[in-house]
């Protein structure tokens, strides 16, 4: 009877907690977002683009050399993050104060794309840099057309600085 009932509160508690443990945290390991629309993209996880065939995939993370926070430093530091780009691979450099970091990606020779990332996650907080797994990266992609650069991106734009929202 003791055990009868000892057993059936802790079944409901150990269920529980591996559903927050190991279904909770869970990122999906792909999205698919159309041009212009910001997106987090978390380390290991891939984004398609809607209407295409084209992905990038948040591969790795070559290098975490910024400054933690409370700590005095000579030099912000970067961080060097290594995306898959189609079939090409792209090393980006991401400085804390540069944000947001713009550059142009092609997936085929006759289509060009930019490619913008807007926030990095986590702060450096230690000595230590984070466990690759937390790692993030906000980012859209807008498509060039005719000579210029073409943004679907329909929301307000939280979070940009005033000078990239004038951007044409």
Excluded at 22 to 29: E, I, M, T, W
Excluded at 47 to 58: C, D, E, I, P, R
Aim: hydrophobic share 45%; charged share 20%.
């Amino acid at each position: 009877m003791l055990l009868t009932m000892v057993w059936s509160r802790v079944v409901p508690v150990l269920s529980m907690l591996f559903c927050l443990l190991f279904l909770g945290c869970a990122v999906s390991p792909s999205i698919s977002v159309s041009f212009g629309e910001q997106v987090q993209l978390a380390f290991g996880q891939t984004l398609f683009l809607k209407g295409t065939k084209y992905a990038v995939t948040f591969k790795d993370v070559l290098e975490d050399s910024r400054c933690p926070q409370g700590v005095e430093c000579f030099w912000e530091g970067r961080v060097l993050i290594l995306l898959q780009v189609g079939e090409d691979t792209l090393i980006l450099e991401v400085q804390p104060s540069k944000l947001p970091v713009e550059t142009v990606v092609s997936f085929s020779p006759s289509e060009r794309y930019r490619l913008v990332v807007a926030e990095l996650f986590p702060s450096r907080l230690s000595l230590e840099p984070p466990e690759k797994a937390e790692y993030a990266i906000t980012l859209w992609i807008e498509s060039e057309v005719a000579g210029g650069w073409e943004s679907r991106y329909n929301a307000p734009w939280e979070g940009c600085p005033n000078w990239l929202r004038s951007r044409s």
